[in-house]
């Protein structure tokens, strides 16, 4: 029997794996579609390889991560069309008798330091369908009364696009995503030429983001990773840029790409699986 089963919900693809604490053995992967057809499909394929010691669920959010509420394990907004109220927990309780919950980015970042030793502050930043981000201090994932929502975060630009954050319009991911990227240039990022201007604009909107989190957290590094990030130059484009808005003013955390891949939110997953199973 494989102990540990992981689930990542992403805003464009879902996945699921089975390996021990921070390792992952074997994977599945689908397009996110809606709710119910999706985790079924999620849930039949673990248990073809179930029962676990633990299952860990790492999901996109707003989402509701205490116990003791309510509405546990719930999306608490339209982040994904149709997946408002979705309980993301549940379906999979069949499979383990301990379930841990946690949002997708903040797994990631979880897993992207712990490959760096588990010390210090971490933040990863995704930047794919939506704009997501979580911070990892010190081994453990840091959640305030809800978890970080730092894809809502307000960044300057130039009002040339009005945003398309069904919440906000004009916040980072309204303004930065991957899906804005498209709406802004009539073009998907991958097929975007490398010397469209949109580069340049998204470079400067990126860093800004990543200057206010810098201004917040302080961490010692930033994890960029998400579709959006495989553009070529892009990742040195926003470092530049980031430094020269900071100005000088203070230490600047190294901004890398991730050290396990597409991974990250599963080796996270299942490290959080692993920490309950006993």
Known sequence: MVELAAVELGGTRCRAAVGKAGVVAERFEILTGDPQPTLAALVEWLAARG?????????????????????YGRLLAESKPGWRDADVLAPFRPLAQRLVLETD???????????RGGRGTLAYVT???????GLAIDGRVHHGQLHPEM?????????DFAGLCAAHGDCWEGLASGTALAARTGMQAEKLPDGD????????LL?????????????DTIVLGGGVMQHAGLREAVVQRLAELNGGFALLPKVVAPVLGEDS???GALELAGRVKC
Do not use: K, N
Not at 105 to 115: F, H, I, T, Y
Not at 127 to 133: F, L, Q
Not at 207 to 219: D, F, N, R, S, Y
């Open 151 to 159: 894809g809502h975060l307000r960044v300057p630009h130039d009002g």
């Open 207 to 219: 860093a800004q983001g990543l200057l206010a989190i810098t201004a917040v957290a302080m961490p």
């Open 105 to 115: 980015v903040g797994a990631a970042a979880l897993g992207e330091q712990l490959q």
């Open 265 to 267: 939110a599963l080796s």
């Open 127 to 133: 930047v794919g369908t939506g704009i997501g981000g």
């Open 51 to 71: 029962p676990f010691a633990a299952v860990a669920v790492a999901s996109f959010g707003p989402l509701r991560l205490d116990p003791a509420a309510r509405d």
């Open 197 to 204: 201007p949109a580069w340049a604009t998204e470079a400067e």
